[in-house]
């Protein structure tokens, strides 16, 4: 089974600073991540994903992870916030194997941005 | 259709009645799932359909709960004898295959119990 574990529950920022948040998984088999975001009264939608490849991939609004599998970790961050990208962001991991596993999902980690 | 679409989006449901929850996955996608969504609780899993195989339950938190995917398609999440604390956001999810290249969310489902 898979589990995630995002280290921050709430993360506030200055507008233009840079940002990290945090997220760790746990997982027995090789592994897919993801970081969804969900804006305010807003629907999920993909940020970016690590299947295989460079472990640096970069998603949309600037968004970059690195996956490091020693440390198991998929850290997501961007050099400079916008008051946009206030919102709830997650962390999520789905085992590798031919049927497929469940996407598991972190608490969340919520960014404000303030000017 | 376009996307991923829940029915209803708002319930209110008084307790210890039984409500259903719809689901209608993007065409061709063979992987469902279902979350529950709580205030600081994120996304808890409850079930997961993959093609033909038999679901992954696992997430599931109580007897009461149960979900059936109908030819491969759309989705009900059936909640028996509701309390409280199944007050949510119920979001369904889709995506084409098992190797969950995107998962594409629904808006969801809110539930009330009162």
């Known amino acids: 089974a898979q589990s995630v574990t995002q280290l921050d529950s709430q993360v506030p920022v200055f507008e233009e600073a840079p940002v990290e948040l945090r997220c760790n998984y746990s997982?027995?088999?090789?592994?897919?991540l993801f970081w969804y975001v969900q804006y305010p009264n807003q629907g999920l939608q993909l940020l970016l994903k690590?299947?295989?490849?460079?472990?640096l991939v970069k998603g949309i609004n600037g968004f970059e992870a690195e996956f490091n599998k020693s440390q198991t970790s998929f850290h997501l961050r961007k050099p400079s916030v916008h008051i946009s990208d206030t919102a709830e962001y997650f962390c999520?991991?789905?085992?590798?194997?031919?049927?497929?596993?469940?996407?598991?999902f972190g608490k969340g980690t919520t960014l404000s941005v303030s000017s | 259709g376009a996307g991923v679409s829940q029915s209803p989006s708002n319930k209110v449901t008084e307790k210890g009645k039984d409500v259903e929850l719809r689901c209608d996955p993007i065409?061709?996608?063979?992987?469902l799932y279902w979350y529950r969504q709580s205030l600081g609780q994120g996304l808890e899993f409850l079930i997961y359909?993959?093609?033909?195989?038999?679901?992954?339950k696992s997430g599931l938190p109580s007897d009461r709960f149960s979900a059936e995917r109908t030819g491969g398609s759309v989705s009900t999440l059936t909640i028996q004898r509701t309390q409280q604390e199944d007050s949510a956001v119920y979001l369904c999810?889709?995506?084409?295959?098992?190797?969950?290249?995107?998962?594409?969310f629904g808006q969801g489902t809110r539930l009330t119990v009162v």
């Open positions: 999810a889709s995506s084409s295959g098992p190797l969950n290249t995107e998962a594409f």
């Open positions: 997982s027995s088999v090789s592994v897919y």
């Open positions: 690590y299947l295989s490849g460079s472990t």
């Open positions: 999520a991991v789905s085992g590798f194997n031919q049927a497929g596993t469940a996407l598991i």
């Open positions: 065409s061709g996608h063979t992987a």
């Open positions: 359909f993959q093609g033909n195989s038999a679901p992954d």
